[in-house]
């Protein structure tokens, strides 16, 4: 395979599953370029915990982006106004954050262009998640189909492919293939407003699904609980 197909930038936000999207790809033979993103979110705790776990896992290059997600709001991550919902409700969410993954995918194509890298990983999920209309598996083949229209490299006969191992996989299934991989969950951060030391509310979606996964995989839960 040529050298520049092994390169790949992988989406890091600091959570479960990037965490072991990060692995997935470093286990395939990948030369990782981890992208995080300080968008305006509620917290720091996740993109502390993305700088952890880049570092245990040895990529080759971590960048943290700063984008002002905050100024369009219509999220609760990114609105100190909106409360984070506690309870499971019908609907999308209002943790959604507004064409989030687009722009995030957005920016590692361009990244990914400048290195010579056709591989874009993303931690999206269908199975065991909140919902979102940009985690199912038609946004991602549909962004794979934009990143070769509109990239030179595209056109120059390059082609993109958009990595999105987890798709299909449920919670327990992403946990027991990280632990397989020796991802360390507890450098992992997945709550929705956690405390500045990375501890989780334990209520939100997010923690829901976290604890739900562990207890299935069978695996032990290493995550700090603010109530413990």
């Known amino acids: 395979m040529n050298d520049r197909r092994k390169k790949a930038v992988v989406l ?25 993103f300080d968008y305006g979110q509620r917290h720091s705790a996740e993109l502390a915990a993305s700088c952890r776990v880049a570092h245990a896992m ?23 106004a909106i409360a984070v919902p506690e309870q499971q409700a019908e609907g999308i969410p209002v ?16 990244w990914a262009e400048v290195l010579g890298a056709m591989d874009i990983f993303i ?3 269908a199975v065991d998640y909140s919902g979102y209309p940009d985690c199912r598996p038609e946004f991602i083949q549909a962004f794979e189909k934009l990143a070769n229209l509109a990239t030179k ?3 120059e006969g390059e082609h993109f492919h958009i990595q999105a191992p987890l798709i299909e996989m449920s919670k327990a299934e992403i946990i ?11 450098l992992t951060v997945s709550c929705y407003q956690a405390d500045e030391q990375g501890c989780a509310c334990g209520n939100c979606d997010s923690c829901r699904l976290r ?9 032990e839960d290493p995550t700090c609980y603010r109530d413990t």
Do not use: W
Not at 58 to 79: C, Q, W
Not at 176 to 186: F, I, N, P, Q, S
Not at 211 to 219: C, D, R, T
């Open 12 to 36: 890091l936000s600091g959570g479960l599953d990037s965490a072991t999207v990060l692995a997935i790809a470093k286990d395939q033979g990948y030369d990782c370029h981890a992208l995080s």
């Open 58 to 80: 040895g990529v080759t290059e971590h960048k943290i982006l700063r984008l002002d997600l905050g100024s369009i709001g219509g999220s609760a991550l990114t609105d100190m």
């Open 153 to 155: 490299a595209g056109v």
């Open 123 to 125: 931690g999206v999920n």
């Open 95 to 110: 943790t959604y954050v507004p064409a989030r993954n687009t722009v995030f995918l957005s920016l590692a194509l361009g």
């Open 211 to 219: 604890a739900q996964g562990f207890l299935e995989a069978g695996v």
């Open 176 to 186: 027991r293939t990280g632990t397989e991989l020796g991802v360390d969950y507890a």
